[in-house]
């Protein structure tokens, strides 16, 4: 028989020095110079921008070691779970000083997992992208097959309306990870470093010879003015975070969940409420102010506010409890529905809709908008998305007539035909199916044009306006019970309050289908 002499093992302290070792080097991320690169770009270490977003630090983190060995700590990504004002949120944060933050064939394995467990914990996820892009080194692992790249962008959609994504991008975010940030519920962008493209300055001039700077392709400011793709454009990666955790106070946890409350607030005080909205129809202001008048005190914060600004968007509190606001805005192009317009109104009432935040229309709309130029960028079909996202939401919809209700812009602001919980008017509500210089162009306009002299013909075009006008006073719209209440200004806020508090009890069932059929 042989007798075998057993191995010693190894001394215990040295494997716990050596974890502890292993793990304070992958928390640092990648090398020192490429850390130092980083910070001398003006952006934030991974784990800097934890700590501005989490509570604390973080309750644990998947992956830590992942590649390690390979000098590819975390292959690029945290994935976390902490805590946004004592409520706890799902993380994932790219390390841009790990091969450019790319994605590696255990970075999706870690982003997947974390999309996963959002999701079946009922909690938000929060997104701070700066990567570029994925490794093409590594295609042919994590590209083509049933588990790869891919996956993340199909888990986006599968738990988009049953948990918040909200996406803050530091960097770039190109190709087809630019995706990313497009499928999350609200976008955030840097000005000056977060970029967002198909394809890269280079690539186009190849391919189209066209030459445009980096920013001009994709930058914060083209994407917060001018695509639609940014929601908010922050001027530091500290103000970005900051408006991440104020988008979470306005949201639940899950669809299933209820909005956070807080404790309510009187109005930012003003001399007169009434003062603020002119009577005369044709004279525009600022919505905002209005809001300001009405919603707890600075609890409005606007969402979508450089894009289509012809419409205002954006959360707000009345007593403590969340909403979200649609308004005209008859100070820039008149409050006119535009395409834009109708594209940021949808998708803000489908946000609302899926995370239970009643809606609050106040209504000041001459219409869509008309012409050759609206109907060639597809006026009728952007404006059916709005008409669709109202119609098809199931939370406590309140519209307010402030002032004009015109024609389609009625319907797609949730006038009365739209099925709204309550429809209330001003002293000052026009509703009607086309302004008054409509009216008179489309019924009168042979009688008028029959006039020669230019002095009877205008005295003419008066007294039909003010007749007409007179048909769709106030009065008449509560006469024929259009409205649910006709409510002074300085009544506005109570009754708003109560019947949101009201409307909340109600459980509303959407119909029964796989989904509707939505315009694009």
């Not at 199916?433 to 009688?447: S, V």
């Not at 044009?449 to 205008?458: H, S």
Request: hydrophobic fraction near 40%; proline fraction near 6%.
């Amino acid at each position: 028989m042989t007798s075998t002499v057993p191995l010693d093992p190894p001394p215990q302290a040295d494997i716990h020095e050596e974890l502890q070792a292993r793990l304070r080097a992958a928390r640092l991320g990648g090398s020192e110079k490429n850390r130092h690169k980083h910070e001398a770009a003006g952006k934030l270490l991974v784990r800097d921008r934890l700590r501005l977003l989490l509570d604390d630090i973080e309750d644990f983190e998947d992956g830590l070691l992942a590649r390690h060995a390979d000098g590819l700590p975390g292959d690029g990504v945290v994935t976390c779970i902490g805590s946004v004002d004592g409520r706890r949120v799902c993380v994932i944060a790219n390390d841009y000083t790990v091969k450019a933050g790319t994605w590696g064939k255990r970075t999706f394995e870690k982003i997947t997992r974390m999309q996963l467990l959002a999701d079946e914990l009922g909690l938000p996820l929060v997104y701070l992208v700066d990567a570029a892009g994925a490794r093409i080194d590594e295609q042919f692992e994590s590209y083509a097959g049933r588990h790869a790249w891919g996956n993340i962008f199909y888990n986006q959609v599968q738990i988009s309306g049953r948990v918040p994504q909200i996406c803050a991008l530091f960097g770039p975010s190109p190709a087809g990870s630019a995706y990313v940030p497009a499928l999350c519920d609200v976008i955030i962008m840097v000005r000056g470093t977060a970029t967002a493209y198909i394809g890269s300055p280079r690539v186009a001039e190849m391919v189209t010879g066209e030459s445009v700077t980096l920013e001009e392709m994709g930058g914060a400011d083209l994407h917060s003015r001018v695509s639609g793709l940014s929601d908010l454009l922050a001027e530091t990666e500290e103000e970005a975070i900051a408006a991440i955790r104020l988008y979470l106070s306005y949201l639940p946890s899950s669809w299933e969940a209820e909005p956070p409350r807080a404790a309510g607030r009187e109005p930012r005080p003003t001399e007169s409420l009434r003062s603020i909205v002119p009577e005369n129809q044709a004279v525009p202001y600022d919505v905002r102010e209005l809001i300001d008048a009405v919603v707890d005190c600075d609890s409005f914060f606007e969402h979508k506010e450089l894009f289509a600004p012809e419409l205002v968007t954006g959360f707000a509190r009345l007593d403590g409890a969340p909403v979200g606001i649609v308004a005209n805005q008859s100070a820039v192009k008149a409050g006119v529905l535009f395409s834009d317009s109708s594209d940021k109104a949808a998708r803000f009432v489908w946000m609302c809709n899926a995370y239970n935040v009643p809606l609050l229309f106040l209504i000041d709309v001459p219409g869509y908008m008309l012409g050759t130029v609206a109907e060639k960028e597809g006026i009728i079909r952007h404006g059916a998305k709005m008409l669709f996202a109202v119609a098809e939401s199931r939370v406590p919809r309140v519209a307010v007539i402030v002032r004009k209700a015109y024609g389609g812009g009625y319907l797609g602001m949730s006038g009365s035909p739209m099925n709204p919980d309550a429809v209330l008017a001003l002293p000052t509500a026009k509703p009607a199916l086309l302004g008054p210089e409509a009216a008179i162009a489309g019924i009168h306009f042979n009688r008028v044009m029959a006039i020669e002299d230019e002095k009877e013909r205008q005295k003419l075009v008066t007294e039909l306006r003010s007749e007409y006008e007179e048909q769709i006073d106030v009065f008449q719209i509560a006469n024929e019970n259009a409205v649910e209440a006709v409510v002074s200004y300085e009544d506005l806020r109570r009754e708003l309050i109560h019947r949101f508090d009201v409307y909340r009890r109600k459980r509303k069932t959407p119909p029964a289908r796989r989904n509707g059929v939505y315009p694009v």
